[in-house]
């Protein structure tokens, strides 16, 4: 990026230059702020120079990457525009944007990527040097469209609430739960199963008398055995009927009475426990039950899994740690030396969980408060591929633990959560280059 003039020292007798050189430098021609570009497009690069040659993209110390900050709000941007894109229909499928080369006098515009010639529409007619749309702007390097298609439903937020914890840690859960109500939209739909040694789906929608069906801890549950046990749909035929989904679905608005009185009266898991032995906490079926519960009465349209966790999974699939005191918890050293007895089969097990709420657009959110660990090392892929949070603090009465989950409910300028469902990233590239892969809280279709 530096311009120079080289200049030798000659011995004008001898006739030949000696050997000590001088290089003058001068400022660069042009200067870039990284953090501008970072704060107009939410990008920034592992390099600013491109290479230029296959022989210098093997010298770059450091991979050639891009940090991208989906949804961030773009300033002094325009507002999304109200119409589809106009796409390449060469085999790129790129999108019309101000690296285009423009034709005004043919009404064409040429591809960056495939330079394939494309015809503006009819209602492009008028466009020219000086009447460029939004999207052809050289400032406007960010877009944003807003489809005219039909709106998603609202989404749902399944609660699952962790009982086998102590009273007073029960109770600080319960006021943060009771807190988080009133920050749910009216229109959002809500659901609540609670946990222990077993797994208990609550009817929300009974008013005079509460309802709960409960699923043994200890053995793996389908999407099919949760849909045939709440008799959501005729048994052994997949999709739920939509009468039968309101009794443990229901808006905000609707069930707002019968929740708070559950929540109120939720009560520490009554199952014995021996002083030698851990509480019996079936972590990876409540939350197997959370993913088929949605799956049968939400699939591919927004939801969202709210695991609040007081210790480690001990029971049933998912497990990460014995029942018995006597055996450890694993450490680090031992999930490095491959010495941690449980960790595979409850990584994959989790894996499994994580790839089914990708498939569903479904996130999972994870608040882990306690002194001991609670397994989270197992369960990080349910949260990291579908996108969602990790919290962890040694009470549910932090303040670390209430300011993140009331954080989860921000809304924005026009009153809407803060958040997104179902993302689809798709990069483009010319032909010269591929993508190598992704780093972050993404999934690959």
Same mark, same amino acid.
């Given at each position: ?75 002094? /941007? ?68 807003? $489809? ?24 600080? $859960? ?57 008799? $959501? ?5 997949? /999709? ?196 190598? /892969? ?8």
């Amino acid at each position: 990026g530096n311009r120079g003039v080289h200049s030798e020292r000659v011995d004008c007798t001898a006739g030949r230059a000696l050997p000590s050189r001088r290089l003058r430098l001068f400022q660069p021609a042009f200067t870039m702020d990284f953090g501008a570009m970072e704060e107009q497009d939410g990008v920034r690069f592992s390099f600013s120079i491109w290479p230029t040659s296959r022989l210098e993209a093997t010298r770059c110390v450091v991979p050639l990457a891009c940090n991208y900050t989906p949804l961030k709000k773009i300033v002094d /941007g325009p507002p999304p525009l109200p119409y589809e894109p106009i796409f390449c229909r060469g085999p790129c499928r790129a999108v019309l944007n101000p690296a285009c080369q423009i034709d005004y006098r043919s009404r064409m515009w040429v591809c960056p990527f495939c330079a394939t010639r494309n015809n503006f529409p009819h209602h492009y007619a008028d466009i020219n040097e000086t009447n460029l749309p939004a999207e052809l702007i050289p400032q406007f390097t960010t877009i944003e469209y807003q $489809l005219q298609r039909p709106y998603a439903p609202p989404p749902v937020f399944v609660l699952v609430v962790d009982t086998s914890v102590k009273e007073k840690e029960l109770q600080a $859960l319960k006021d943060s739960l009771l807190m988080a109500l009133n920050l749910i939209p009216e229109n959002a739909r809500v659901a609540l199963i609670t946990f222990g040694a077993t797994v208990q789906v609550h009817e929300i929608a009974s008013q005079e008398m509460p309802k709960c069906y409960v699923f043994r801890g200890s053995k793996e549950v389908t999407t099919q055995v949760v849909q045939d046990f709440l008799g $959501l749909g005729p048994r052994g035929m997949k /999709g739920a009927n939509p009468d039968q989904i309101g009794r443990f679905v229901q808006s905000y608005s609707e069930c707002e009475f019968s929740l708070t009185s559950i929540l109120e009266g939720l009560e520490h898991d009554p199952w014995p426990v021996k002083i030698e032995h851990r509480v019996l906490r079936c972590s990876g079926a409540a939350l197997a039950v959370a993913v088929g519960l949605l799956e049968c009465t939400n699939a591919n349209n927004p939801g969202r899994i709210l695991l609040f966790l007081g210790g480690p999974c001990t029971e049933g699939p998912g497990a990460v740690v014995a029942v018995d005191k006597e055996e450890p918890m694993r450490g680090h050293s031992d999930i490095d030396q491959d010495n941690a007895k449980w960790y595979k089969k409850a990584t994959q097990y989790y894996n499994g969980l994580a790839q089914r709420c990708v498939t569903n657009g479904h996130i999972v959110d994870i608040f882990a408060c306690a002194l001991d660990q609670c397994g989270v090392a197992e369960m990080k892929a349910c949260v990291e591929k579908t996108g969602g949070t990790i919290v962890q603090t040694d009470t549910f009465s932090n303040i670390v633990f209430k300011e993140s989950f009331k954080r989860i409910f921000m809304r924005d300028d026009e009153n809407n959560l803060r958040m997104a469902f179902m993302g689809e990233l798709e990069v483009i590239t010319s032909r010269e280059f591929k993508v190598a /892969g992704a780093i972050g809280c993404c999934a690959s279709l």
